[in-house]
């Protein structure tokens, strides 16, 4: 027997894209392209900022 737990689906920010993909194909919301997208790479801009200001706040300690 294997202890290997998997998690199934595209998840909330997936969802969310293909929502606003949709609404933006079909006229229904006039958005920028930019923002139609955002749950596509918001995530990875989020972690980005987290990782510099982690690293910033470790500098102004003398850690790194």
């Keep these: 027997m ?3 737990k998997q ?3 595209i998840g ?5 894209a293909i929502l606003f993909i949709g609404l ?5 919301i006039d958005w920028s392209w930019w923002w139609v ?3 596509v790479w918001g995530p ?3 972690c980005v900022v ?3 200001v982690v690293a910033f706040g470790a500098s102004k300690r003398g850690a790194l």
């Design 2 to 4: 294997s202890n290997s």
């Design 7 to 9: 998690s199934g689906g």
């Design 12 to 16: 909330f920010c997936g969802a969310l």
């Design 24 to 28: 933006k194909l079909a006229d229904k």
């Design 37 to 39: 997208l955002s749950p």
């Design 44 to 46: 990875f801009v989020l």
């Design 50 to 52: 987290a990782v510099l």
